[in-house]
């Protein structure tokens, strides 16, 4: 780790001095002119199954991490940009207002202009949970009346919230679950196999998300959440969407983002789309920073282009769960047949037995 850290500190040096890229100049890219960057994935069929390759393909526009910065020509560029890639949907996986915000304004602005693109899926990250905590009033902080001034002012304009919740849409074609959590989705258990007490929630809404054929996408700011552990073996999702790491923050030349959070320095897990248990996790590198921290460092703000391809159409997969309802119909019906067949049997060696005894009782 401390060669690392050497190198980081020589790395940049020699950007410095030898290559002359002032650091200014390497810190103003991170906060200017946010770039579209795509990444891809392909569902094939899980091994074992009668499933067949899909046809059908989705493009997700995914934003994160804006933290309430305004870029110098206005937010406006970023539903531009993302306009200009035609996204099926809009994906914003957390951390896009400050918790000290005064206002919704900057982010509810930027939501107006997306939802005339497409649809957008917006789940919390600890940013906006802190927001809400602190624009809630104290007479009703807590309390089932609780109201949340973000999710109002998100929906007013659109938007639709997905914190420990989904919905079940078709997008172009393709029967999609869509679903927001913030909670870790490792570990829920004790020793004793036993739910924890602070994951019931969170469990109890994994359990509801799996049970569907439909293509499976969930959006969870921290990527940790399916990192670690047997998440993404334990859970049946097709799609993971992160923020929050920030690309490592400080993105050095050969070793990539420095900064991994609890991953710690050079983490494997920073940026872009993973194959991880048959499940695609993309973490995306954001759009700024908080405040008070490192600055972004050869770090362009990123608008995210998912392109997932080789899905199954929403007609395929009715007409194939049709197939299976009623082969198993058939099967029902043929264990009954065979139920029947078989008391009929039964039955008449039973009447051929009495009729039997009958005789040699007469005959006695």
């Known amino acids: 780790m401390i060669r690392k ?16 890229v002032p650091a200014g100049w390497m810190i103003s890219r991170s906060y200017s002119d946010p770039e579209v960057h795509y990444f891809y994935a392909q569902k094939a069929p899980e091994e074992g199954t009668a499933q067949e390759k899909g046809e059908e393909s989705l ?69 906006e949970f802190q927001y809400v905590r602190a624009h809630t009033p104290q007479q009703t902080a807590g309390t089932e009346e609780s109201a949340d001034p973000l999710r109002e002012a998100l929906e007013k304009e659109g938007a639709v919230v997905l914190n420990e919740e989904y919905v079940d849409v078709t997008l172009y074609g393709v029967s999609t679950r869509i679903g927001g959590m913030y909670n870790k989705a490792y570990e829920m258990t004790n020793l004793r196999g036993d739910v924890k007490k602070s994951s019931e929630t969170t469990w109890r809404f994994l359990k509801k998300f799996q049970k569907t054929d439909s293509f499976k996408v969930i959006l969870c700011s921290n990527p940790d959440s399916f990192i670690y552990g047997n998440a993404c073996k334990d859970w049946m999702v097709d799609l993971v969407v992160s923020g929050r790491n920030l690309g490592g923050l400080v993105v050095l030349p050969y070793y990539g983002g420095v900064f991994g959070g609890t991953q710690g320095y050079f983490p494997e897990y920073i940026h872009g789309m993973y194959e991880r248990d048959n499940v695609d996790l993309f973490i995306t590198s954001g759009l700024s920073a908080p405040q008070a921290m490192i600055p972004r460092f050869n770090n362009p703000p990123e608008i995210a282009v998912l392109d997932i391809s080789d899905l199954e159409s929403a007609e395929t997969l009715n007409a194939r769960k049709k197939a299976a309802e009623e082969a198993k119909k058939a099967e029902e019906e043929a264990k009954k047949a065979k139920e029947e067949e078989k008391a009929a049997a039964e039955k008449e060696e039973k009447t051929k037995e009495q009729d039997k005894q009958e005789t040699t009782d007469n005959g006695a």
């Open 59 to 127: 493009r997700f526009v995914v934003l994160s991490d804006l933290y309430n910065y305004v870029f110098e020509g206005g937010n406006g560029e970023i539903a531009d940009l993302a306009a200009s890639t035609s996204p099926d949907a809009i994906l914003i996986s957390g951390n896009m207002i400050r918790a000290d915000a005064e206002n919704t304004d900057v982010i509810t602005s930027l939501i107006k202009r997306l939802t005339q693109i497409a649809p957008v899926y917006y789940s919390y990250g600890e940013q």
């Open 5 to 20: 850290l050497f190198h980081f500190i020589f790395v940049v040096f020699i950007l410095a001095l030898l290559v002359g």
